[in-house]
């Protein structure tokens, strides 16, 4: 069976609609799946979808997860003594009612979370690459929170690499174009904005299979 490598964005506390998204993509052990970060605030239930991942990395499925500007507000949050955006769910899903309680194991979780995964294909990231900087890579804020990068772009210093991201939610017709200028552009913005429920063109948890650059789109049933 041929390995397949997927990535998945801003989940967002949609468990179920999450766990639905890899039963249609036929998810494997045989499968790479790089998350894209945000897996909290917003949607119903942030701690179930956290320990979908924690058992999915436990039971030997290949998974890399990687920080988002959510998991940022997390600690934000611990050292300010003050909640975050969407922060209500999430301390109702943990039960607790502010997030320095958090039991250790979550807490360690959150704080192994790396901000990039790059190979000589792809580099994955939450929002995107600050170009502005000398080396792109190394500008950590910007890979969780920056918008409005592409124009700076440095396509030689990208060279044959392309980007995959989330963060700024894309309806679903603008992804698909996306894709179909992917070669051209090496960019993909793979938010649908799944906790847009009920709005036109977004709602989905969409996933990009690589070998073949295929998307697929979940429909929100959180």
Known sequence: MKTKKYAISDIHGCAITFQELLNKIGYSKEDELILLGDYINKGPNSKKVIDTIIDLQNNGYK???????HEEMIFDSIELEE????????????????????????????????????????????????????????????????????????????????????????KKHEI???????????????????????EVG????????????KLTFQQNID
């Not at 998974?63 to 500007?69: C, E, M, P, R």
């Not at 804020?141 to 392309?162: P, Q």
């Not at 698909?176 to 009920?198: A, P, R, V, W, Y």
């Open 63 to 69: 998974v890399t997860a990687l920080k988002g500007n």
């Open 83 to 170: 909640w975050t955006a969407g922060a209500e769910e999430t301390l109702k899903s943990f039960n607790i009612s502010h997030f320095n309680q958090l039991s250790e194991k979550y807490i360690k979780w959150f704080s192994k979370l790396k901000t990039l995964s790059v190979d000589h294909e792809y580099v994955f990231v939450h929002a995107g690459l600050n170009f502005e900087n000398d080396n792109p890579l190394d500008d950590l804020h910007a890979h969780c929170w920056i918008r409005d990068w592409y124009k700076s772009i440095d396509y030689d210093w990208l060279g044959n690499r392309k980007i995959i991201h989330g963060h700024v939610p894309q």
């Open 176 to 198: 698909e174009k996306m894709l179909q200028d992917f070669s051209e552009t090496s960019l993909l913005d793979i938010d649908n904005g799944c906790h847009l429920k009920g």
């Open 202 to 213: 977004f709602g989905n948890l969409c996933c990009v299979e690589l070998s073949n650059l």
